[in-house]
């Protein structure tokens, strides 16, 4: 699970854990080169990418980038929303 924090956030969380693995993860820098990666990814309508993303460097020059993948109700085989947003359910079989 990615969740995005604030360092405000961030701060109070650390105060409120004791001393450990966690902690040391949550104190980790992010990497400098971040923003160069994430500004590197081409995207469209249907992907996208946070200067502030996650990226796992790879032994060779270079590194995965998260992005964001736009995917509609249609294509995960879901029921389509209504103008106000809300799921028109439909009874699906399997």
């Not at 004791?18 to 949550?26: C, D, N, Q, S, W």
């Amino acid at each position: 699970m990615w969740i995005r924090l604030e360092k405000n956030e961030l701060d109070l969380i650390l105060k409120s854990i004791p001393e450990g693995p966690l902690a040391e993860k949550l104190r980790k820098p992010v990497d400098p080169d971040t923003a160069a990666f994430a500004a590197a990814v081409q995207t469209s309508d249907d992907l996208e990418v946070d200067l502030d993303t996650i990226i796992s460097r790879g032994e060779d020059d270079g590194a995965f980038v998260m992005t964001w993948t736009w995917v509609s109700n249609e294509r995960a085989g879901l029921s389509p929303s209504n103008d106000d947003g809300e799921a028109v359910h439909k009874e699906r079989s399997f």
